[in-house]
Nanobody
Framework: QVQLVESGGGLVQPGGSLRLSCAAS????????MGWYRQAPGKQRELVAA???????NYADSVKGRFTISRDNAKNTLYLQMNSLKHEDTAVYYC??????????WGQGAQVTVSS
């Protein structure tokens, strides 16, 4: 079964940076539009960044200009570079296919905590 494994989370001060990685055991990253999602305590999961198989990207307004999504098809890995982090970016971050029909079971996620 294809699995998604997120890593790279941690505790960072406001204004700091983190880089998340999502390793897929199958070829989902290579062939499908992918997204990074996050879920803060008490809130619904939301899409923050997406990238098509052709490399076009789209971002939620809340992260535009601060986050960058990218992919390495050879490694079946998705990345999220997060700069200028804010308290409100604190959440568990997940990766998965953009289109619900292609989504895999959610991984364990990567906890990102922005705190001084």
């Amino acid at each position: 079964q294809v699995q998604l494994v997120e890593s790279g989370g941690g505790l960072v001060q406001p204004g700091g940076s983190l880089r998340l990685s999502c390793a897929a055991s199958g070829s989902i990253v290579r062939f499908y539009a992918m997204g990074w999602y996050r879920q803060a305590p008490g809130k619904q999961r939301e899409l923050v960044a997406a990238i098509t198989s052709g490399g076009s990207t789209n971002y939620a307004d809340s992260v535009k200009g601060r986050f960058t999504i990218s992919r390495d098809n050879a490694k079946n890995t998705l990345y999220l570079q997060m700069n200028s982090l804010k308290h409100e970016d604190t959440a568990v971050y997940y990766c998965n296919a953009d289109a619900p029909v292609y989504r895999l079971p959610w991984g364990q996620g990567a906890q990102v905590t922005v705190s001084s």
